[in-house]
């Protein structure tokens, strides 16, 4: 059952929690675009972790009211709301793909209620000192973010249009996305659990339209709100060394600017790749 959160300035969270009640609490932060409704470990999975797992809906997707103008570090003040309401006095972040910088920033910024921190295939800030931040990405993303940074009005209209599509018909993303997918990628979406899952966040994401994808992609190409090299807590990132969606490079500038972080390459695999390491990463998330 989804539960309403009241955040910062009277603003709904749809968060729903999965898992052992008692267990340790690890908030997941879904990509982008996504929902609530992303890929996740069976419950079972998570009561033999010892984990309760909780997500949400970042502001503009599914349920969650939108927040003009949110930064990354934003999600800091709305992870701490669920916390509250909860009765949380401290828990683990993961954050995958789009969810990586926001966890990153609930590390950062909440350093005295986040015990550990975890990133699957992250983006790195779009400021980032001496990284090639386009490098190695797929020619869509490219196109994606290079729109996004030329202002508003040149992608806002396109993001409205293709979210309506998706979802009215969230397997023609999947169709869309196959072509740019190595041969890793490909084999794990046509998994029809893994589709299923997939298929359900989108198809939530889009509900209301297209503003949780619009803010989240302003936020990636702005300043952040913080910096990775202000974290303390315990960081551990994963990614695919055959990504072109967040291309590796991202994650090797991450860990050499986060105090102590580890990275772990994982040859062979690509984005999708972070769905078949999900339940390691919360194992080590939930300490």
Same mark, same amino acid.
């Given at each position: 059952?989804?539960?309403?959160?009241?955040?910062?300035?009277?603003?709904?969270?749809?968060?729903?929690?999965?898992?052992?009640?008692?267990?340790?609490?690890?908030?997941? =932060?879904?990509?982008?675009?996504?929902?609530?409704?992303?890929?996740?470990?069976?419950?079972?999975? $998570?009561?033999? =972790?010892?984990?309760?797992?909780?997500?949400?809906?970042?502001?503009?997707?599914?349920?969650?009211?939108?927040?003009?103008?949110?930064?990354?570090?934003?999600?800091? @003040?709305?992870?701490?709301?669920?916390?509250?309401?909860?009765?949380?006095?401290?828990?683990?972040?993961?954050?995958?793909?789009?969810?990586?910088?926001?966890? $990153?920033?609930?590390?950062?910024?909440?350093?005295?209620?986040?015990?550990?921190?975890?990133?699957?295939? &992250? +983006?790195?800030?779009?400021?980032?000192?001496? =990284?090639?931040?386009?490098?190695?990405?797929?020619?869509?993303?490219?196109?994606?973010?290079?729109?996004?940074?030329?202002?508003?009005?040149? #992608?806002?209209?396109?993001?409205? #249009?293709?979210?309506?599509?998706?979802?009215?018909?969230?397997?023609?993303? *999947?169709?869309? $996305?196959?072509?740019?997918?190595?041969?890793?990628?490909?084999?794990?979406?046509?998994?029809?659990? *893994?589709?299923?899952? =997939?298929?359900?966040?989108?198809?939530? @994401?889009?509900?209301?339209?297209?503003?949780?994808? *619009?803010?989240?992609? +302003?936020?990636?190409? &702005?300043?952040?709100? #913080?910096?990775? !090299?202000?974290?303390?807590?315990?960081?551990?990132?994963?990614?695919?060394?055959?990504?072109?969606?967040?291309?590796?490079?991202?994650?090797?500038?991450?860990?050499?600017? *986060?105090?102590?972080?580890?990275?772990?390459? !994982?040859?062979?695999?690509?984005?999708?790749?972070?769905?078949?390491?999900?339940? !390691?990463?919360?194992?080590?998330?939930?300490?």
């Amino acid at each position: 059952m989804v539960q309403l959160v009241e955040a910062p300035g009277g603003r709904a969270l749809a968060v729903d929690t999965l898992g052992d009640p008692q267990g340790r609490p690890v908030f997941l =932060l879904h990509g982008t675009p996504g929902s609530r409704l992303g890929p996740v470990p069976r419950s079972t999975v $998570l009561y033999r =972790l010892g984990v309760l797992l909780i997500s949400f809906d970042r502001p503009g997707y599914g349920d969650s009211t939108r927040l003009p103008g949110r930064r990354v570090s934003s999600a800091a @003040a709305d992870v701490t709301a669920i916390a509250d309401a909860l009765g949380l006095d401290d828990f683990a972040v993961l954050g995958r793909s789009g969810g990586g910088p926001h966890s $990153l920033a609930c590390a950062a910024l909440l350093p005295d209620r986040v015990c550990r921190a975890a990133t699957l295939v &992250s +983006l790195a800030p779009r400021n980032a000192e001496g =990284l090639d931040w386009y490098g190695g990405m797929t020619p869509s993303n490219v196109r994606e973010y290079s729109e996004v940074e030329r202002g508003v009005r040149h #992608f806002a209209d396109s993001f409205r #249009f293709r979210s309506q599509q998706i979802r009215d018909d969230p397997v023609g993303l *999947i169709k869309d $996305l196959v072509p740019e997918l190595p041969p890793t990628d490909r084999t794990l979406v046509s998994d029809s659990g *893994i589709r299923r899952m =997939l298929l359900s966040t989108y198809r939530e @994401a889009f509900r209301y339209g297209a503003d949780g994808w *619009i803010d989240d992609v +302003l936020a990636f190409t &702005s300043d952040w709100g #913080f910096k990775v !090299e202000d974290i303390t807590v315990p960081v551990r990132l994963w990614h695919g060394a055959d990504d072109q969606f967040s291309p590796v490079d991202h994650s090797r500038w991450l860990t050499d600017h *986060i105090p102590g972080a580890q990275l772990y390459l !994982e040859p062979g695999a690509a984005h999708f790749g972070a769905l078949k390491v999900m339940t !390691e990463a919360l194992k080590w998330a939930a300490g």
